[in-house]
């Protein structure tokens, strides 16, 4: 990896996690041309080079001006974990004695990378192990893309041709993307990026509790999936277990979901409703009709998810029979409705079950119990955004 040779850490840049606009400026700042930008964004991304000297077509007399002042710095990988069924766990270190994890679920021939936005979340829904952590800071866009950059490398996908592993990114690990959105979106825009990793505006999917604010914006900005962390059908039960609903209430939430959804340039993309399923919570008959009903005329697919449970909820997983019930009352009222299956459970990469250390700021994780950065429990079930 090159590492600047600049005195003072502060000016080095990590083009790592530049978009494509701000590698442009970057080098024109320093006097060169933009394509320049296009060069070495195809080795970063697409070739997983970090020294400069490897970039071949670069002349020598620049590589040697990059090393002053820029580098190339991934996130650390820790550990990596690999189950039977093929699910494999990234534990990457992030700075201020942080970590977050990365999953990636292959399913035949679609493999989905699961990413992190934020060391924790400020957010606590009731559901949600990462919630209970407390929040420590937003990922720059290097740690968010790095999370990519590792898992590609992993799989060889930098250095070999032939079918990428890889092929969805959700933007659904730890913390609220639509709170970090600058990073967030630069960091989706180089994976669709042709130059980058090249995924389809179909395949990359950011996920969110409903910062209406923030969405309003998004289209300006990218023309990724939307998913809406949903989990209830009235505003009473999901100010419960969401309580950023108490802001943003649901008709809010969803006109705001459907202005983006339709104002994409293929208006035939459906918004994925994300239900997370909890016994006798949310999973009575009268909770899908109501779903239902609430969900009519707007372009849609429902993923139902059942709970798994932590320590520190006292939450249960829906019953076989009531996510059966669920499930067909709502595809019988014409909506494409999937359940996701547990996936990973061996290395403990469920859905609720990733593992992330944080530094929490907020004091959250003390309330709930917990006793600072990577305790015993926290590492045992922390979770996303389900
Ligand atoms: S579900 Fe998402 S928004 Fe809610 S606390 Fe968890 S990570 Fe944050």
Redesign the pocket.
Known sequence: MSSCTVESAVECVNLLGLSEAKLVAFFESIGEKKFRATQVMKWIHQYGVTDFDEMTNISKALREKLKQIAEVRPPELIKQLDSIDGTRKFLISVSGNNAVETVFIPDGERGTLCVSSQVG?????S?????KQGFNRDLTCAEIIGQVWIAAKSFGQLTEKGPRKITNVVMMG???PLLNFDNSVDAMNLMMHDFCYGLSKRRVTL?T?GVVPMLDKLGEHTDACLAI?LHAPNDALRNEL?P?NKKYPIATLLDSAERYITGLPDNRRKITIEYTLIDHVNDRPEHAHELAELLKNIPVKINLIPFNPFNLSNYKRVSNNALRRFQTILIEAGYTTTVRTTRGDDIDAACGQLAGEVNDITRRSARYGLTGVASEEVVNFV????
Do not use: K, R, Y
């Not at 979340?121 to 829904?125: I, K, P």
């Open positions: 979340c400020s957010l606590d829904c559901f949600c192990a990462t919630g730890m913390g609220e996920s509790s962390s969401v950023i979770g996303g955004n389900p």
